[in-house]
């Protein structure tokens, strides 16, 4: 009888993804090459999609599957394949089965309409006009986390969408320790007599040549482009739309070359991982990746300890040189590695360089949950933003356009979904760190254009786990320890120690 | 209770067609842009949703919801938009459903496992090999029109699923006047002292002016480009996803200019059609195409009545001088106009110019009538192809590959679409003719650019009726006659003898 439930189960689960791997090409295209006009009818195509998805998922019959399995020999061991897809269904049938049909739909509604209206009041730096709708979406959030349920607090529950079984309060004690040392650091580099020079970034690098050299560097880190694409996007991403495509997308600055290459690979980051995933076991929790901070921890990793490290560079500064004659030609190598980790800081996250990201995450980190636990008038919303910014990062967004209004999250309604950012920095520095011990030292390695130690081992000990166990359990088991800021500034204070010489200061 | 079945009879098949929409971005992104290794799993998502979509169409309700209406007042008038809607989905209900499931899924397994044989084949030269795969695709095919039913002989029934309503017997006799004249008239041209110079066609004509120079000319003709899009492909198609997404593909050859131009017009010939269906009545009747023959009437007007006109190059040559100086700065526009309607005999249907593709077809339609009525045994197809071909063209294929195996078609199940084809030329001559008389004369229009005309007599005449009239109807209704070869004669005997001189002869 299991065995047969489990199969049905397995069956139906892998339907579902496939209907859903639809849908994300539908949403590739519709962010990468879809006629203008096309986009009301494509909402609709993608709404009738998402919607039978979620049918599916809430079917009963996969709770009487799941009942049936449950306390079965297959569900016995949690990290087996079987064990894994049980505990995971069930996790995420339960999830969504408590959530009311009526506050799912309101909840698309109000992401709808909250992104049409963040666009129109961050054009006219209006959070005024933006705030009711800010309190609505804050209530439908609350009202998520009660039907859903929680440990200690209701962000629990929000953060729990992103990051399964993650709590507030490890994060919080993790960011706040981060915080502390993050601060001093940030000022010291600010204080430090060297000075990254800029222009040379900002020469003219054309757009064919970046595209080409942006490829060959993804295609060293090890993005397989027999599964894979490279497009052209407003706000790059990463899709997977079936077990053997898997597409990234980037823009293209022609007088700002980080813009596009440090996308590139940073997605590709994304991509391998996703790529590394065990085709197998496609649309089944085996085959799925386990979390926001585990994928963001692959394309950070990717992007920054590799991409932004001085072996790499060593070894492709001669290739950009080559492919940049007049922007590089005369550039030396040492004052294109500063350039590229130029440390300043700015009022936009996602142009901010490694270590005064994680700040911005932290404060918005801080601020919904001020929002959601009421403890933040949406009215103070705008003053509390400006005040955290000359707190942590010494200087205040002269308008909410730039502040407050900047990012796309909660007008979507992802509430939650911020300090995954943060998380992500923490697991790859910690990854990083044990994969240096495990197959290290990597410096070497990366010098002579070697990635594949580093690949290989984040294959076997990341991607083809999937989600058999949890991020934690994962993290206890790669690297003996339990998830700390010490990794990352460790890596942070080694790398700008020296770049900055600021251990002369 | 009659107005209430309709609304749902509509709703039903404009989801219908929202899955189909979706299977056909599906097919798009497989022909363009979809990485390699994908190829597996798209063909999972398209068969599942293509079995969704046959599915609804022979669900039982939309027969429940049909036998409501029938005798309805909405069902009075058969070119109103509710009558043509309830009598073409009862059409296509009807038809769907008589044949058995188990005919349909062999059907589909036989095309797929056709189209893999008849690669191979074609790859080896190696008709033998094909010829059981072939034979047990007839084979289907006369049971499909055995379990369809037809009015005189069984190929009705295949040829209505590509021009509904349409007789064999009327196709052959039109086909068999057209063959009568076509001979004689491709004899003369071959026997004429003037010779184009191809030579000029096939100089370097870069590829990203191409391009360009291309969309210029298809937007010029009238196709949007907000509402669709032009992307590279193998073999040059135009595909609708969306009431305002409609997509044509083409390919280039640097070395000759008319590969990717006049694939370009084509397809965009095709697209304004697309593009001119009602887009509220988009997934009905009303809104949707009326058959493969009046489809391709357009794209064949748009391509070759208008695109290889002289008016036509009047108005655009001094633009593609511009654009290849190197290769047409020195050209007469006489003989590129002399170039681009080169007439030869040739082997391969696709490359075929205006006067010998109809012959192509008309061998192409005479064999598979003689497959399907068991007149010829599959063993003797290839010497059947060589003998027609000597005789309708006078040159005989030296192997099979560029013979009786150079088409898809038949390996992929496609028997009674081939006639649509030379429909679509006589279709195109009628109401090109017509349109001449109502709008014209069209010299002076081309000439200084303006399709407009032409254009908005095609949107009203026939783009904006969908499905409302039959084929037959509406060319009644267009022009006051029946469908005739005299027109498409009338229209290669006027260009070719002054392009060739024959009348001197």
Redesign the interface.
């Known amino acids: 009888m299991s065995p047969n439930s489990f199969d049905q189960l397995c069956e139906y689960t892998r ?1 579902t993804a ?2 859903e ?2 849908a994300e ?2 949403q590739w ?1 519709e962010r990468t ?6 986009g ?3 909402a ?2 993608i709404t ?2 998402s919607a039978m998805v979620h049918r599916r998922r809430t079917d009963p019959r996969v709770g009487d599957w799941l009942d049936e399995l449950a306390g079965s020999d297959l569900a016995n061991d949690p990290h087996s394949d079987a064990g894994a897809t049980i505990r995971e269904l069930r996790r995420e049938y339960d999830k969504l089965t408590k959530v009311p049909q009526q506050l799912v739909e309101e909840l698309t509604r109000a992401s709808v309409l909250g992104q049409q209206a963040w666009v129109e009041a961050r054009k006219n730096d209006d959070f005024k006009s933006f705030a009711p709708t800010l309190e609505k979406i804050v209530g439908l959030k609350r009202q998520q986390a009660a039907a859903v349920g929680y440990a200690e607090c209701p962000y629990d529950a929000l953060l729990d969408d992103f990051e399964p079984g993650e709590l507030t309060s490890n994060v919080s004690k993790i960011l706040a320790a981060l915080r502390k040392e993050l601060v001093p650091l940030v000022a010291a580099i600010h204080d430090s007599s060297i000075k990254p020079n800029l222009s040379l970034l900002q020469q003219h690098y054309p757009l064919p040549e970046q595209e080409t050299f942006g490829i060959q560097a993804a295609r060293a880190i090890g993005f ?6 490279l497009d052209i996007t407003h706000h790059p991403f990463c899709a997977g ?7 990234l997308t980037t823009r293209y600055d022609e007088h700002f070359f980080p813009s596009a290459f440090f996308s590139i690979l940073h997605e590709a980051g994304h991509g391998i991982y996703d790529q590394g995933l065990r085709t197998e076991q ?1 649309g089944l929790p085996p085959g799925s990746y386990l979390s926001l901070g585990i994928h963001e921890s692959q394309s950070r990793m990717w992007e920054n300890m590799v991409g932004r490290s001085l072996p790499f560079w060593r070894h492709f500064f001669p290739q950009a040189q080559a492919a940049f004659p007049t922007a590089l030609g005369d550039v030396e190598l040492k004052a294109f590695y500063l350039a590229v980790n130029d440390v300043r800081p700015s009022l936009i996250r996602v142009e901010a360089d490694e270590a005064t990201y994680n700040l911005h995450i932290i404060i918005r980190f801080e601020l919904e949950q001020a929002l959601i636990n009421d403890e933040l008038p949406i009215a103070d919303l705008s003053a509390a933003w400006k005040e955290k910014y000359r707190d942590y990062l010494g200087i205040e967004p002269p308008n909410d356009a730039d502040g407050v209004l900047q990012d796309v999250h909660w007008s979507a309604a992802l509430i939650g979904y911020f300090p995954t950012y943060a998380l992500g920095n923490l697991y790859a520095a910690q990854f990083f760190a044990q994969a240096a011990e495990d197959v290290g030292p990597f410096e070497p390695q990366f010098e002579r254009g070697d990635f594949q130690p580093l690949f290989n081992w984040l294959h076997e000990k990341i991607h083809q786990r999937g989600k058999r166990y949890t991020a934690t359990e994962l993290v206890a088991d790669i690297t003996g320890n339990r998830l700390s800021h010490r990794p990352l500034i460790a890596y942070l204070r080694k790398k700008y120690d020296s770049l900055y010489q600021l251990s002369d200061d």
């Open positions: 339907e496939l209907l791997s639809v090409l539908l295209d090459k879809m006629p203008p006009a096309a009301a009818y494509r609709e195509q009738y999609l397989d482009f027999n599964r894979g694409r739309m079936g077990p053997h495509d898997c597409r496609f």
